[in-house]
C-alpha cells in the first residue's frame, strides 16, 4: 500500500498592488498546498510503480531525510508509472518534495502530474492550477502561467485574483496592449456586477500605458480613475499623465492646466507657472491674478519671489482695462459676423470669471466661418462647467475630436461626476 505524505498549509498570494509601481506578492518559494486524499489501495498502482516509489516515499515522509538524495531518485519514479493513480502519486510526491527542498521547479513538475492525472478531485483543482499558476509566472512561463490562471478561474477559484495576474502575464512579457484590453475588461465585468473597482487596478493600467507610450490607452485608464472614486489625489495622478501629451499647444495646455486648478490637481510650481505663461498676464490678466493667489496658498510660489512681483504687476497693471474693455467686446461680438471677435470676447469674458457671456459668445463663434471647433468646443464646455450646466457641457466636450480629445475626455469625465 502507498503512504501519501502529509498535507502542507496553503500559503496563497497574488493579485495587484496600489500606487503606479506595484510588484506581485509571489513568492517563488512559498509553500504550495499538497494534496488532500487518503491512502489509496495497492490495486490502484501498478506494482513497478510502487517499487520505486515506496523507498523515496519515505525518506521524503521522514524529519530530516536525505531529501536531495531522494530528489536523484525521482526520475526513477516518474518512468516507473504506468497508470492515472501512478501519476497522480509521483506528482505528490514531487510537489512534496519540492517543499521541503524549497524548489519551485519540482514544486511545478509535481502539480503539472497531478493535473494531468487527471485525479485531482473537483474541489481541488482550482486551487491546484492557481498554485500551478503562481509557479510558471514566476519562472516567466507567462503563457503557461496565463493557461493555468484561466483553468483555475473555470474551475470556479475565486481565491488570489487569479484573473488580475492575468493581465500581469501579459505585461510580463511585453504584451502591454493584450494586457490592458484584457483588464478593461476585467473592470467592465466587476463594475457589471455591481462590485467596486480596486483603484489598484485602474492605476496599474494606467501606469502600464503610460511607461510604454499607449497615449489612447493612458487618456483610457486616467478617465476611469477619475469617474470611480473622486479626490484631489486621483486628479493629481490622472492629469499629470494627460499634462505630460500635451505640452506641444500652449492653448490646450491652458485648458488642461485649468481642470488641473479646479480639480486641485496642481502640485508644484512648474504647473503654476505653465499655467501663468500660457494665459499670459498680457491678455487674461484677472486669471492670472487667481492662479498666483493659489500658487501663495500652495505656498509654491511666494509674494516676495521676483517672479511673482514681474508678473503680478503686470497683471495688475492690465486686469482693470480688461474689465472695462469685456462689455464694449461682447456688444462687438455680437453685431459683427467675424469668428475672431466672438473669439476674443469669449476669451476675456472666460478669464474674466463671466461664464455665461463667455457661453454666449463661444456659441456665436460656432456658427461662423474659420473657427477652430475643437478649441471653441472646449471652451464653451469650461464655461458650462462653471455654470454648473453637467449635462450639456459633457454633450459639448464629447464633441471634441482631434489632439485636444484628451483633454476633452477629462473634462467630460469630470463633468459626468457632478451629474
Given at each position: 500500500m502507498l503512504r501519501m505524505t502529509r498535507t502542507a498549509r496553503r500559503t496563497t498570494r497574488g493579485g495587484l498592488g496600489s500606487a503606479l509601481a506595484l510588484a506581485l506578492a509571489l513568492t517563488s518559494g512559498a509553500v504550495v498546498a499538497t494534496a488532500v486524499t487518503g491512502t489509496p489501495a495497492m490495486a490502484q498502482n501498478s506494482k513497478a510503480f510502487a517499487e520505486a516509489y515506496q523507498p523515496v516515499a519515505d525518506v521524503v515522509n521522514t524529519e530530516g531525510g536525505d531529501y536531495a538524495g531522494a530528489k536523484a531518485r525521482m526520475a526513477a519514479v516518474v518512468a516507473a508509472i504506468e497508470t492515472p493513480d501512478d501519476r497522480y502519486a509521483a506528482g505528490n510526491l514531487t510537489l512534496i518534495l519540492g517543499n521541503k527542498l524549497t524548489d519551485p521547479v519540482l514544486q511545478r513538475q509535481g502539480l503539472e502530474m497531478m493535473i494531468a492525472s487527471g485525479k485531482v478531485a473537483p474541489t481541488d483543482i482550482g486551487q491546484r492550477q492557481f498554485d500551478l499558476g503562481r509557479l510558471a509566472y514566476?519562472?516567466?512561463d507567462f503563457p503557461a502561467a496565463r493557461t493555468a490562471f484561466q483553468a483555475a478561474i473555470t474551475a470556479g477559484f475565486t481565491g488570489g485574483s487569479p484573473e488580475p495576474l492575468i493581465a500581469e502575464s501579459y505585461f510580463g512579457e511585453g504584451q502591454n496592449e493584450q494586457g490592458l484590453q484584457y483588464l478593461k475588461g476585467l473592470i467592465e465585468k466587476t463594475l457589471a456586477a455591481g462590485q467596486p473597482v480596486p483603484d489598484s487596478w485602474i492605476l496599474r493600467g494606467l501606469a502600464v500605458a503610460y511607461k510604454a507610450d499607449l497615449a489612447a490607452q493612458a487618456v483610457e485608464y486616467s478617465t476611469l480613475l477619475v469617474?470611480?472614486?473622486?479626490?484631489?489625489?486621483?486628479?493629481?495622478?490622472?492629469?499629470?499623465?494627460?499634462?505630460?501629451?500635451?505640452?506641444?499647444d500652449p492653448q490646450a495646455e491652458l485648458d488642461l492646466l485649468r481642470l488641473m486648478a479646479l480639480t486641485d490637481a496642481m502640485s508644484n510650481r512648474t504647473e503654476y507657472v505653465s499655467y501663468i505663461e500660457a494665459a499670459d498676464p498680457r491678455i487674461m490678466a484677472n486669471e492670472v491674478n487667481r492662479v498666483l493667489d493659489a500658487a501663495v496658498a500652495k505656498g509654491v510660489i511666494s509674494t516676495g519671489d521676483e517672479y511673482y512681483k514681474d508678473v503680478k504687476a503686470i497683471a495688475d497693471q492690465r486686469a482693470p482695462q480688461d474689465r472695462s474693455d469685456a462689455p464694449g467686446l461682447g456688444t462687438k461680438a455680437r453685431g459683427s459676423t467675424a469668428v475672431k471677435d466672438a473669439i476674443n470676447a469669449g476669451d476675456v469674458f472666460l478669464s474674466l470669471g463671466s461664464y455665461a457671456e463667455a457661453e454666449e459668445m463661444y456659441k456665436l463663434a460656432l456658427d461662423r466661418a474659420g473657427v477652430d471647433r475643437n478649441t471653441t468646443l472646449t471652451r464653451l464646455g469650461i464655461a458650462q462647467i462653471h455654470q454648473n450646466k453637467y449635462a450639456e457641457a459633457k454633450a459639448t466636450f464629447d464633441q471634441v475630436s482631434g489632439p485636444r480629445t484628451s483633454i476633452a475626455r477629462m473634462w467630460s469625465a469630470y463633468a459626468e461626476t457632478r451629474t
Open positions: 514566476n519562472a516567466k469617474k470611480h472614486g473622486q479626490s484631489a489625489e486621483k486628479w493629481l495622478q490622472a492629469l499629470q499623465v494627460i499634462h505630460a501629451y500635451n505640452t506641444g
